[in-house]
């Protein structure tokens, strides 16, 4: 897919996006919010235990670091407005059912409206059977 396609295919698009604080998902999610800006919505769900924790990552772990910056310069000011417009800190995990979502309207709302889920959440366990 060369990145014509890949901006067209994702433009008015909602994204689920798993695994949000690890290493490929921030590559994926920097750069559709650089090439298509006018996407819809992208819901990044991310291991905690409450919503407020969930921001706190996405903004420590995600946005904050280095990998933003050519976005966070080419948005100037308003890097934090688009980003609070288009992204969505989720509180959950793949482990749990419902990707343990708690809050039932939210659930639905993503359940029903997404069009593309990325799926890029992993263990951090590296016992595991």
Same mark, same amino acid.
């Given at each position: 897919?060369?990145? @014509?396609?890949?901006?067209?295919?994702?433009?008015?698009?909602? &994204? /689920? &996006?798993? @695994?949000?604080?690890?290493? /490929?998902?921030?590559?994926?999610?920097?750069?559709? /919010? %650089?090439?298509?800006?006018?996407?819809?919505? #992208?819901? $990044? $769900?991310?291991?905690?235990?409450?919503?407020? $924790?969930?921001?706190? %990552?996405?903004?420590?772990?995600?946005?904050?670091?280095? /990998?933003? %910056?050519? #976005?966070?310069?080419? #948005?100037?000011?308003?890097?934090?407005?688009?980003?609070?417009? *288009?992204?969505?800190?989720?509180?959950? +995990? &793949?482990?749990?059912?419902? $990707?343990?979502?708690?809050?039932?309207?939210?659930?639905?709302?993503?359940?029903?409206?997404? +069009? &593309?889920?990325?799926?890029?959440?992993?263990?951090? *366990?590296? +016992?595991? %059977?």
């Amino acid at each position: 897919m060369n990145s @014509g396609n890949m901006q067209d295919f994702f433009k008015g698009k909602t &994204v /689920l &996006v798993t @695994g949000a604080t690890g290493f /490929l998902a921030k590559v994926f999610v920097e750069k559709i /919010l %650089r090439i298509q800006p006018e996407i819809q919505k #992208l819901y $990044l $769900l991310i291991r905690a235990s409450n919503s407020d $924790l969930a921001e706190q %990552r996405l903004q420590n772990e995600v946005f904050n670091i280095d /990998l933003f %910056r050519v #976005l966070r310069a080419k #948005l100037g000011e308003d890097f934090s407005s688009f980003i609070s417009k *288009k992204v969505v800190a989720i509180a959950g +995990d &793949v482990a749990i059912e419902n $990707l343990g979502i708690k809050d039932e309207k939210l659930k639905n709302e993503i359940f029903q409206g997404i +069009d &593309v889920l990325v799926h890029s959440a992993a263990t951090t *366990k590296f +016992d595991e %059977r």
